[in-house]
Structures are given as C-alpha cells and as structure tokens.
C-alpha cells in the first residue's frame, strides 16, 4: 500500500475528519542518465558553495531572500510556524458547482483516503453527498511548503483532492498568443457547414483506455535498435499548413476519409480490389523491356488522376501517405501519386 505524501484534517462545518493525501497518476517516462560524450562517465547535479566550491550538506542549506542589499534568512521550520493550521488543516471554504469551474484551473489530481476505518462513515457520507450535489468543495491547505487551492470532489466512490491554479497565474491568452484571429475573421457559410459536418463524423465516446504512449514505445524502440546495432525508421514529417485558398477542398477530402474510415468492411474491400489492380498492371507491366515501359506509362495514363476533382486526389494521397499532401496544388498531387504508383510497382 502506498504512504500518504501529506495527512491533516479535513473539515466542512463543524465535522472534521482525519484524511490522507495520496499520489494518484503516475508518469512512464523512460528516464535517461547525463553522461560525458565519448564516455560511460555519470552527470551529477550537487549542491556547491559558490564561493569556495564545496559540496554543502542539505542540513546546512537554509532559504534567503534577496532583499537587494542583503539576503532575509529563513529556516524551514519557521515556514512551518506561520502555515495556516500548522501546515494539516483542510478546511472546505464553500462548495461550488462543478460546471463553474474552469479547466484551465486544475492542476493535479491527488486521492483522500480516511486515516483509518473509524472515521469511515464520515468519510462516505460528505462522499456521497458530493456526488448528488454534483458539487465541489473549494479549500486551501498547505504542503511542502507552499499553499494550494483546491476542489475537493466526488469521483467513484472516492474523494479526489485537485489543486487549482490561482487566479492571478492564469494569463490572458490575448496578450501572450500572437496573431489570434478577431471578430473581422469571418469563415463562409459553406466552409462553417463543413467544419461542423467533419467534427459529427469524427464524433467518439471518450475512453482512455483506446490511447497509449506511443512516444513511449518509439523510444524504447530505439533503445533495442541500438542495442542491436540497428536502424530505426524516421517518422513521417509534420503536415503542412493548410493553404486558406484550398481549406474548402480540404475539409471535404477530410470529411470523406473520415466516412471511408468508419465503413471497415467497405474499406476492406476496396483496399482488395486496389491490389489486384495493381497485379494486373504489374503482369501487364512485365511483358517485356521497352514494351514494359510502355505499359507502365500507358497504366499512369489509363489511371485517370488528370479527371478526378482536386478532393478525390487529396483523398489518395491521404490513402497512399503521401506526406506534405496538404500544402499541395492540383498538379501537384497529380505528381505526387504517379510517382507513389510507380515506386509501388
């Protein structure tokens, strides 16, 4: 079982109850070493004094204050005198409605356990009157050192403690992202019709079990390879900005791959039928030399890409991952898939 990181009292009204704060998410990051290039030889970070440049135990470090003229020492344990409650206090303030709460504010989520089966009751009873309420209780409390907001909520059959960002930490998006689109920014009716319409077709129910880390996987990926003294495939490029003149045809070849996409057994079939295309025209390909090309020239003209709609090319190239698809023109894209057909062949 894991040790609490902090346990205090929690208290709304006059009722108290002894709780403890634990860890509820933790991270799978592949965590690396500094080390000298050329060599095996560690990294390491110590605590040096800058004047003389020794090493300096972390009994004999306290906190300062630089106050311009001079540093305002400060010991840890008189930080701890002067925490409201003596740093184990949580006491709720008031209990808000959870839809009043801004994502923006929530931090990290930590879970509230009962310091022991005595207080139990209590315990699922503010429990379960949170998750009627659909409530929140908003309160501070101090922990290493540094004083939290939290909401304290209901979350199946547990409370889970998140701490909040203070108001004057959150930023105005206005001033500190450049270049945001104002109210003379207008889309057209038939752009916004498709915007909307490619959002319902990418619709899904929210279950976080359906993602992993896939970064993750890369990099333990590369670990094995240059264990084995292999090379590992690049991934694919960024995709390219979206060019305003053609943000119309981009949102219906959107639309349509994410149609295709949600019709399994349709795209099943056609990617069948895609490949016997191709063995057709790889026989036809190798009768023979100079005739071969010919074939294969006469295959990239029977292929049609010169009568299909910009649309239909985009969804191609989509199909074919052909990257850098959507910054390109017409002709563009024409160039693009006859070059994949032929790198198929």
Known sequence: MARPIWTGVLSFGLVSIPVGLYTATSAHTLRFHQLQRGTSDRIRNRRVNERTGEEVELDDIVKG?????AYVLVEPDELDEIAPG???ALEINGFVDLDAIDPIFFDRTYYLGPKSKDHAKVYALL????????????????????????????????????TLHWADEIRDPREEVPDLP???VSAGAKEMRMAEQLIDTLAMDWDPEEFHDTYRDKVAGLIKAKQAGETVEK???????????????????????????GKQGKGEQS???EREQHKGEQSRQGKGGKQGGTGRRQGRKESGLSELTKAELYERASAAGIPGRSGMKRDELIKALEQAGRQAA
């Open 65 to 69: 204050f630089d106050a311009g003229d």
């Open 271 to 273: 990617k069948g039928e």
């Open 127 to 162: 429990e379960r009157a949170l998750a009627k309420s659909n409530r929140a209780g908003v309160a501070t409390f101090v922990m290493r050192g540094r004083e939290y907001l939290v909401a304290l909520k209901s979350e199946e059959g547990i409370l889970t403690l998140h």
């Open 235 to 261: 991934a694919e490029p960024a995709a390219e900005p979206t060019n305003v003149i053609d943000l119309t045809e981009a949102l219906r070849a959107s639309v349509e791959r994410a149609r295709a996409k």
């Open 182 to 184: 104002g109210s003379r």
């Open 86 to 88: 003596r740093s184990k």
